[in-house]
């Protein structure tokens, strides 16, 4: 079976948004156009942000339908990630909280895609 290891979100301005993401993730893209931007992280994953105004075919959503988790170590880690981006800005949705599978928060990029920080519960 063929599993995925690459991600694209349809962005407003591609620029702009590798700019947050370079920010946020702290590694340069790969690539960079006016249109696509592909960042390579240390997971292997791909994370690809591609102009909702050019990609073929036309996508029919852009923003918030789904989200990136990024699971940390603890607890302490969450708290101090959400204190690092709410500084910087980042809009916030949910702030720490308890849920059933662990401890997260919940911030959204400037396209609205969701962002998740999360330690799992154990």
Known sequence: MTHPDFTILYVDNPPASTGFYKDLLGVDPVEASPTFALFILETGMKLGL????TVEPKASMTGGGGEIAFRVENET???EIFAAW??????????PSTMDFGYTF????????????YAFAG
Not at 86 to 95: C, E, H, N, S, V
Not at 106 to 117: G, I
């Open 77 to 79: 880690k969450v708290d």
């Open 106 to 117: 919940t911030a959204v990029d400037p396209d609205h895609h969701r962002l998740r920080v």
């Open 86 to 95: 709410k500084a910087r800005g980042i809009d916030m949705l949910q702030p």
């Open 50 to 53: 591609w102009s909702r105004h």
